[in-house]
């Protein structure tokens, strides 16, 4: 019954992304109330956010509902994927980065 919060939110952005294995939703306790910690595939992010944070906001808003239900404060993180936000695992030098807005 304690984790309904986890697997509600679960189902929910699995019927929202693209690669539905990949959705990890990890459940804690502690002092504060309940965290949901999300983890997506990478190329999953913009639709999990949606434009402007629209999306995160209202699952957001609908895990709250669901904790209050439950007499529990639950609020979502959503953590950042490996390699997320475009970043490469090389640097890139200055001259490939003065080509690339050359173009």
């Not at 309904?4 to 939110?9: A, G, H, I, K, L």
């Not at 990478?42 to 808003?61: H, Q, W």
């Amino acid at each position: 019954m304690a984790d309904r919060d986890q697997e509600f939110v679960a189902m929910i952005i699995k019927e929202i992304v693209n690669h539905p294995d990949d959705v990890v939703v990890v459940r804690t306790v502690d002092e504060l109330g309940v965290l949901l910690s999300v983890k997506v595939h990478k190329e999953d992010m913009g639709l999990l956010i949606g434009r402007s944070g629209s999306t995160a906001k209202a699952i957001r808003t609908l895990a709250r509902i669901v904790g209050m239900r439950n007499n529990a404060r639950v609020n979502l993180r959503i953590e950042e994927p490996e390699g997320g936000r475009g970043e490469s695992s090389e640097p890139k030098n200055m001259d490939d980065v003065i080509s690339e807005l050359n173009m």
